[in-house]
């Protein structure tokens, strides 16, 4: 950490939280991910992730924010440090069994397959059978809206609704952590508020831990009880808010001064990890 970090910490009363704090989900301790071209993507960053906290990672392109998520994914390992999920199965791959879902930057959804067929993929890879498994999938598109669209094409769906899919897809197997990588940056601000205004529902309803990776302040500080805010390239944690939690969040908190005080202090932090790591690494 460097003074200039140290120094913020010391004056700032939001680092009385103890983010990650009761039964950790998510044990990151000095990750550094280099890749094969020699590109430091991550270096010694630590972090835990409590279960039934909903996280946003937040910080400049290129600062490994995805890679990051990727690792806790298990879908990439680390060049060193070390990653344990403490409340999950694990596998003989070292991996967490079953308890993770993706969500992806595109819905990445089959054409030739309905919303149902989409979504039965992670039971049918499983070994269930779709009539077996009908109560279940119908169940989880009226959590996300989608009840009347079961036998609907991909094609015949708006961006919004195939990135339901995707959600409804990621949470059908009844995971313990949701990873999300910006999955409403390609949509446009109205639908993608609606889509917030879900997927919080949804975190709250179901208890599932979420991660969720953005570029966007106001996203991450109406969706999140914490943002770790990364610095730019090599990625590492620069700070790691609290935010108050609000009773009810909705289209009269995002105009509500505690909700534009909260975004100004996400912003501030923002900048200064930009400039900490620009001046480090330049």
């Not at 680390?78 to 595109?106: A, C, H, K, M, Y």
């Not at 094609?155 to 197997?173: D, N, Q, Y």
């Not at 909705?250 to 912003?267: G, K, M, P, T």
Request: charged share 25%; aromatic share 6%.
């Amino acid at each position: 950490m460097t003074a200039a970090m140290a120094t913020v910490r010391e004056q700032d009363p939001i680092y009385d939280q103890q983010p990650g704090k009761g039964r950790l989900v998510v044990k990151m301790r000095s990750v550094t991910k280099v890749f094969s071209n020699g590109t430091l993507a991550l270096s010694n960053m630590s972090m835990d992730i409590g279960a039934g906290e909903f996280v946003s990672l937040l910080g400049p392109s290129g600062c490994g924010k995805s890679t990051a998520l990727r690792i806790i994914a298990g879908l990439g390992r680390p060049s060193s440090g070390t990653i344990d999920w403490p409340s999950s199965r694990i596998n003989s791959r070292g991996l967490p069994e079953g308890d993770v879902g993706f969500v992806f930057q595109e819905p990445t959804l089959m054409p030739w397959q309905t919303v149902f067929g989409n979504v039965f993929l992670p039971l049918r890879l499983q070994g269930k059978t779709k009539a077996g498994s009908r109560e279940r999938i119908m169940e989880t598109l009226a959590m996300v809206g989608l009840a009347d669209f079961a036998n609907a094409y991909p094609r015949e769906l708006s961006g919004g609704m195939k990135m339901r899919v995707s959600i409804a897809r990621a949470l059908i197997t009844g995971p313990k952590l949701l990873l999300m990588d910006e999955p409403f940056a390609a949509l446009d601000e109205i639908t993608r508020q609606k889509l917030n205004d879900d997927v919080r529902r949804l975190w709250q309803r179901s208890g599932v831990t979420v991660i969720f990776v953005t570029h966007s302040v106001y996203e991450a500080t109406y969706l999140s009880n914490r943002i770790v805010v990364m610095r730019a390239r090599p990625g590492e944690v620069y700070r790691d808010l609290a935010m108050p939690e609000a009773e009810e969040r909705d289209v009269h908190f995002r105009s509500s001064e505690e909700f534009q005080a909260s975004s100004a202090l996400v912003s501030r932090t923002l900048l200064e990890a930009i400039s900490v790591g620009g001046a480090d690494h330049e």
